[in-house]
């Protein structure tokens, strides 16, 4: 299983808005949980959001509100829509499955947040 971004990140103002998306080289319908990972500079990586195969989402506090996980299992993708950005929220950020307890990332695409 391989992860491409088919829309990366990018430099944007604060308050505004950016959408991830990441595409998978084979069907996700039978996949369950899926993530999206941030690592900023000089700290570990954290998990910023996760969905079920059912399309239940879940958020870190320091995103819940402004960012929205979701999931096409039609087209293989697993999307982050960013809005309110701010600049804590620069980052390298991920995809991420683990099936069979083997982790699948994505390669990190950067989202930076001017002040």
């Known amino acids: 299983l391989r992860f491409s971004c088919r829309r990366g990140g990018g430099l944007v103002q604060a308050g505004g808005s950016l959408r991830l998306s990441c595409s998978a080289s084979?069907?996700?319908?039978?996949?369950?949980?899926m993530h999206w990972y941030r690592q900023a500079p000089g700290k570990q990586r954290e998990l910023v959001a996760g969905?079920?195969?059912?399309?239940?989402?879940n958020y870190a506090d320091s995103v819940k509100g402004r960012f929205t996980i979701s999931r096409n299992n039609a087209k293989n993708t697993v999307d982050l829509q960013m809005n309110r950005l701010k600049p804590e929220d620069t980052a390298n950020y991920y995809c991420h499955t683990k099936i069979y307890g083997v982790d699948y990332w994505g390669k990190g695409t950067l989202v930076t947040v001017s002040s």
């Open positions: 969905i079920t195969s059912g399309g239940r989402g």
């Open positions: 084979e069907s996700i319908f039978s996949i369950g949980a």
